[in-house]
């Protein structure tokens, strides 16, 4: 970015707030209070810029944006995909029940092996309410996530490790929209590939500068660390 020093608007918020040029990068603060000139009253604020915390993030080319790491963001994932997955284990053994329980049934008293007929009946069962669980476990998938972004810009997982996401033109909170389709882009990787999951999990590891995944890129969000020091989103 080629300009001359001095005050301009904020690029990273969309609440009128003002951010010193210093000529060859952002300052570290903000300032609302202007005068007739439109000028700030206060002195430019100066200074080095944000840094990473014990290795969770780097500061970026933009300002004092603070990125999480791939690494912090894994463990969201982890944590998050275990919660998905508690919930959904009692509803896939009740929808599995019947055909669980006739395969139970068909074993023979004498302890030998279940007949194969047996097994092909209970396979045949799991196929066919393969749709059914990728729709319960997709619907279970966006109400965990979807609300929570919108409201707070994380999940439990992203709450452990202390990081959120938010839109990447300003700061502030998602929308209904952009969450869905963070969500919706994950979902459907997961459901059509395991080699495309993996391949959006991993984008953020060379993806310049922002450390996006696909999904990200597709909503227009990034994912930053957050200030402990500061009341969170």
Do not use: C
Not at 28 to 34: E, I, L, Q
Not at 43 to 53: I, T, V, W
Not at 109 to 129: E, I, N, R, T, Y
């Amino acid at each position: 970015m080629s300009m001359p020093a001095g005050w301009y608007p904020d690029p990273f918020s969309n609440s009128g707030y003002v951010r010193w040029w210093d000529g060859e990068r952002w300052g570290a603060s903000t300032a609302a209070r202007v005068d007739a000139q439109g000028q700030p009253t206060s002195p430019p604020p100066l200074g080095p810029m944000p840094k990473a915390q014990a290795g969770w993030g780097t500061a970026t080319d933009s300002g004092s944006v603070v990125l999480a790491s791939w690494g912090s963001r894994a463990i969201a994932r982890i944590l998050d995909g275990f919660i998905v997955g508690v919930v959904m284990v009692p509803l896939v053994a009740w929808l599995l029940w019947p055909s669980i329980n006739d395969f139970m049934a068909a074993i023979p008293a004498d302890g030998s092996a279940p007949s194969d007929q047996s097994l092909k009946d209970l396979q045949a069962a799991v196929v066919g309410m393969s749709l059914t669980l990728t729709a319960v476990s997709a619907a279970i998938s966006f109400v965990y996530q979807v609300p929570q972004n919108v409201r707070w810009g994380r999940t439990v997982g992203k709450r452990v490790v202390g990081i959120r996401i938010r839109p990447r033109v300003a700061d502030g909170s998602l929308t209904w929209g952009q969450a869905t389709i963070r969500w919706a882009v994950d979902a459907a990787f997961s459901a059509i590939s395991p080699l495309l999951n993996l391949l959006d999990y991993l984008w953020p590891l060379w993806d310049k500068p922002w450390r996006q995944a696909i999904h990200d890129k597709a909503a227009k969000t990034i994912v930053v660390r957050i200030d402990r020091t500061s009341t969170p989103l």
